[in-house]
């Protein structure tokens, strides 16, 4: 082996870890973190969330201080795009024309929001989320006497519409699905959002087509729905899903399907460069099946098997995925995917805003659900891990504790 | 500014200023420490930053959130000193506070 090292491409949150923890783990040779962004990496789930309310600052976003990455001898090279892999020299190109030779290379490019395709879609104030200067136009545009409207009814586009809320403006959710959430959660928890939005003042359209954006002088001034129906707003967000940032990967020959394929070691079909994060189509072993998680903490997964692989650490034992979204006081926690349930089962009470949605395979948990439940959330995370059968009955009977129903 | 020694499993020791405000969890990530996770990032959503508080600390560090308990109750090798580190903000009073980091977070 040379000593060129390990170039990350991405410097993300998934990046930047796989970075610390080569350190943390005893990696010598040099360490080059390449971004697009002209940011340190730094934490996404605020963005709609508490940065967005105001209530997190952008030093707290931050994975590491600036001093950082000199002291542990990572280059981070920010605000620079890399234009190809040419994995037979390991070399990247960065669009400058520079070239970096690699011992390892990890691609962490994550994803891109999906744009519509739709008469005024380049008005100004139709935005996306994804980026700290995305949040920046985003935040610009909110507070009282304000209108946003959100297009699509999934997780970003939700924190939105509850964080407009605080902030005095006001939102409505336009959603193509009959229900909010279609591709993300189950009815029950699709009811209880739309519920509890509702009550805070945001409106809904469901079963809605977007067919423009409609402006004055350049700005958008209304989304044109599939009816006829204008609905006037002073910002649009766009939140309709974010397709893998896979072309570098594609255009250098690894094998994508929706996304980097890699195996448990978050490796490619070249054993030199690994994948982690948004970008990746990664097995789920306690599923036997390939699939693409959208999570900093399938990234953070992916992340220490890179490192462990890389500094030929022993693997960690395998997480089951996990994810949380904020919305007003609701702490929503929700684990495993619900392949192949035959059953729903309702834990508590909805109307009371505590309750979990778990979905069994026979008597095994393959996911739960939970609002502002978290013994609900760890007790079946633990369960899921664990492939354990249990007693149905007893995981519905909220008179009976979670860590008996786990005993 | 709080000095905070973070004890890895190993016995490994790190003393760190920590500035007031802070969290306990992002005094040892934003150092990287190694041993503490803290996936969520302090939303108390993933109890992946779990610490064992020195005893003589424990009344400085404050009670326990409902929230932390039930996060905590499933957590592997919880003890009675247990806490979830995102939950601990940095004050002067904590000057010289020690934390021990379990064998995993996962």
């Known amino acids: ?407 | 500014m709080a000095k905070i020694t973070y004890i890895e499993h190993n016995g490994a020791e790190h003393v760190i200023d920590v500035k007031t405000g802070l969290s306990v969890m992002e005094g040892a990530v934003k150092n990287n420490i190694p041993g503490i996770d803290a996936d969520c990032g302090g939303a108390c959503a993933c109890a992946t930053c779990h610490v064992y508080v020195r005893e003589s600390w424990l009344d400085k560090t404050g009670e326990k959130s409902a929230m932390e308990e039930s996060m905590l109750d499933f957590a592997e090798n919880v003890e009675p000193n247990s806490r979830l580190s995102c939950q601990i903000k940095v004050t002067d009073e904590l000057d010289g506070l020690v934390v021990t980091m379990p064998e995993s977070q996962h």
């Open chain 1, 1 to 407: 082996m040379s000593d060129a090292g390990v170039i990350i491409v991405g410097a993300g949150h998934g990046g930047g870890t796989a970075a610390a923890l080569l350190r943390q783990y005893g990696y010598q040779a040099p360490i080059r973190l390449i971004g697009e962004e002209p940011l340190a990496p730094y934490q996404r789930p605020p963005l709609s969330k508490a940065w967005l309310k105001g209530e997190a600052d952008a030093d707290a976003l931050t994975l590491k201080p600036e001093s950082f990455y000199p002291e542990a001898g990572i280059d981070l090279m920010t605000g620079v795009r890399v234009e190809a892999i040419e994995p037979a020299a390991k070399t990247v190109r960065l669009e400058t024309g520079e070239r970096y030779a690699y011992d390892h290379l990890i691609l962490a490019t994550g994803a891109k929001p999906r744009r519509l395709g739709i008469p005024g879609a380049d008005l100004d104030g139709v935005l996306t989320l994804r980026s700290a200067a995305d949040a920046e136009a985003l935040k610009a545009h909110l507070g009282p006497g304000k209108r946003i409207a959100v297009v699509g009814g999934g997780y970003i586009g939700l924190e939105v519409a509850a964080s407009a809320r605080a902030l005095g403006a006001e939102a409505v959710v336009i959603e193509k699905e009959p229900r909010i959430l279609a591709r993300v959660a189950c009815k029950v928890l699709s009811d209880f959002f739309t519920g509890y939005h509702a009550a805070r003042g945001v409106t809904f359209e469901v079963s809605a087509d977007v067919t423009a954006f409609e402006g004055a002088n350049g700005a958008v001034a209304g989304v044109r729905l599939g009816d006829g129906r204008l609905i006037a707003c002073d910002v649009v967000l766009v939140g309709v899903g974010a397709p893998p940032d896979d072309g570098v990967a594609a255009r250098a020959g690894l094998t994508c399907d929706g996304g980097i394929v890699v195996d448990g070691e978050a490796r490619t079909s070249d054993p030199a460069i690994f994948a982690i994060g948004d970008v990746t189509r990664r097995p789920m072993p306690l599923y036997q099946r390939m699939f693409r998680l959208e999570s900093v903490a399938n990234a953070l997964e992916q992340a220490r098997h890179v490192a462990c692989a890389i500094t030929g650490r022993a693997p960690p034992a395998p997480e089951v995925t996990w994810n949380w979204s904020d919305q007003y006081d609701i702490k929503y926690q929700f684990a495993g995917v619900p392949f192949d349930a035959d059953q729903v089962l309702i834990r508590g009470d909805p109307t009371q805003a505590k309750f979990a949605v778990f979905h069994l395979k026979g008597d095994v948990i393959q996911a739960v659900e939970a609002v502002n439940a978290p013994a609900e959330f760890m007790g079946g995370r633990l369960l899921i891990g664990q492939r354990r059968p249990i007693d149905p009955a007893r995981l519905a009977d909220v008179s009976v504790s979670m860590k008996e129903v786990a005993a």
